[in-house]
């Protein structure tokens, strides 16, 4: 079955959503884990992480298209710099559709590293490079790991050159303006003395982006113009494919059809109706309710059925939530989890206590404010 592109894994608190977003992912890389233990899939889901297939983010009150999309940010001054300086810097999903989009391989990061570490071996002295038209320019490593770059024969210092930029140059993209010569001519060197290669890709990678509470930003501010290029039928490559030209850079650009966001978001904090419309229309849902025999079958009493002593837990939770989905809705019962982890009295009592009852209060206090609602209006 093809993968859907874009969808939410919604439901109460404790169902499991965020702890079923790494089984989720690896299986849209095409990776299936049915007998693994949880940390052998934890593992692999890690390699994934490391070698940038996925990506983990969570939304929040004050997370924003610049943090998202791309924006004007602050640069980590160096040592020798004399006022703060700003850039205009990649966000999060931005990033994964530009590595998403590339159709070429490089093994610039490693020939970069050796780079850094044989000059920061040498004391950091300025390296003599040469531009395609054989014009002499040096480097040094700054503070954060990029190159100054310093030029004319009394080796003015003019700007920095960061890693990022440089490696998006090696795979065709024209990220600098007016300095093409010398970020060439540093990814030369890197190729004579370093073995810097660039081959072409056989085929599209998938990559996957999880947002995690997905619901708890601003989803029509972060995403911005993006919401409509999400859309399966708007990405690269489609009949109906669409490019924007972003506010910041002035790039073209659009989603790689080889892009899958996966969200989560929690039911107890907004439902799925009082969702903004543009994004339930362009997400699927998976609801992800309550399994109280999670508990019996793969909980810590998994030996004895889900019992401890005369108290039955699978039992206990679905009243629990019988409860709960008759005096409010379902969208506000409790999950499977905090239940999962109980081996003793102890650890009931500890479960009630710092994690059911705690997140149960606003549910105590909207059953309330609903009873009290009722009694004005019959009274």
């Keep these: 079955m093809s993968q859907i592109l874009n969808q939410i894994l919604y439901g109460p608190p404790g169902t499991g959503k965020t702890y079923n977003t790494i089984n989720k992912a690896l299986e849209i890389l095409g990776q299936k884990f049915e007998s693994e233990d949880r940390a052998t899939i934890k593992r692999h889901f ?16 004050s997370m924003s298209y610049e943090d998202f999309i791309e924006g004007i940010k602050p640069i980590k001054p160096s040592s020798d710099d004399e006022f703060l300086k700003y850039d205009i810097e990649d966000g999060i999903f931005k990033k994964l559709c530009v590595q998403a989009g590339m159709k070429q391989q490089t093994n610039f990061r490693a020939a970069y590293d050796q780079f850094i570490t044989q000059t920061t071996q040498k004391g950091n002295e300025l390296v003599e490079m040469k531009t395609p038209s054989q014009k002499i320019f040096h480097v040094n490593v700054n503070s954060n790991d990029n190159l100054s770059l310093f ?6 210092k003019q700007g920095v050159l960061t890693w990022e930029k440089l490696e998006k140059h090696a795979l065709g993209y024209k990220v600098f303006k007016g300095w093409q010569g010398y970020a060439s001519g540093v990814l030369e060197y890197l190729r004579l003395n370093f073995n810097l290669q660039v081959v072409e890709q056989v085929e599209d990678k998938k990559y996957v982006l999880i947002i995690d509470e997905i619901n708890r930003g601003n989803v029509s501010s972060i995403f911005g113009e993006l919401i409509t290029l999400i859309e399966e039928d708007k990405r690269q490559g489609k009949p109906e494919a669409l490019e924007v030209i972003l506010p910041y850079s002035k790039d073209k650009f659009s989603v790689p059809q080889n892009i899958y966001i996966l969200g989560t978001m929690n039911t107890a904090d907004r439902s799925v109706e009082a969702l903004d419309a543009a ?12 399994v109280p025999e999670l508990i019996a079958r793969e909980g810590k009493l998994k030996d004895h059925g889900g019992i401890l002593g005369n108290v039955n837990l699978p039992r206990l939770l679905t009243t629990i939530n019988q409860r709960i989905e008759k005096l409010l809705d379902k969208d506000h019962t409790i999950g499977h989890s905090y239940f999962m982890k109980v081996a003793s009295l102890e650890d009931l009592k500890s479960s009630f206590q710092h994690e059911i009852i705690p997140s149960c209060k606003s549910i ?16």
Aim: proline share 4%; hydrophobic share 40%; glycine share 4%.
């Design 46 to 61: 890690d390699e994934k992480v490391k070698e940038g297939q996925i990506m983990f983010t969570t939304f929040h009150q």
């Design 364 to 379: 105590f206090m909207e059953i309330l404010e609903r009873s009290v609602s009722y009694l004005a209006k019959v009274l």
């Design 279 to 290: 994004l339930r229309r362009r997400f699927s849902f998976t609801e992800m309710p309550p």
């Design 151 to 156: 030029t004319g024969a009394d080796k003015t």
